[in-house]
């Protein structure tokens, strides 16, 4: 079966961190995502590593958040320092079997397989 099963959300205090982990089964691929969506948001592309080893970010989390893969390419993590109560929200891991559409690293539309999400609550 193929899946995406994220952990490590939790509630921190303005300025601290998590660990985000996004376990892979029955697939592995090079080109995997961070997404978040907020309450009455739109979902957003955070953060992506591509085939090459290459990352991107968005902007509001550029220098705070690290994006990185195992060896293995089946454990994407995210590592979020500095967090801010605007980086509140549903954070979902993404990836691509099968699929061969594209729309750049940080559309939602260039991943076809999704995680359940892992709640992150940051407090002022």
């Known amino acids: 079966q193929v899946k995406l099963v994220e952990s490590g959300g939790g509630s921190v205090q303005s300025g601290g961190s998590l660990r985000l982990s996004c376990a892979a089964s029955?697939?592995?691929?090079?080109?995997m995502a961070w997404f978040r969506q907020a309450i009455g948001q739109q979902r957003e592309g955070v953060a992506s590593i591509q085939t090459n080893g290459s990352t991107t970010y968005a902007d509001p989390v550029k220098g705070r958040f690290t994006v990185t893969q195992n060896n293995a390419k089946t454990t994407l993590y995210l590592e979020m320092i500095n967090l801010k109560p605007e980086d509140a929200a549903m954070y979902y891991c993404a990836g691509r079997y099968l699929y061969t559409n594209w729309y750049g690293p940080l559309s939602s539309r260039s991943y076809n397989i999704w995680g359940q999400g892992t709640q992150v609550t940051v407090s002022s």
């Open positions: 029955g697939f592995y691929d090079d080109n």
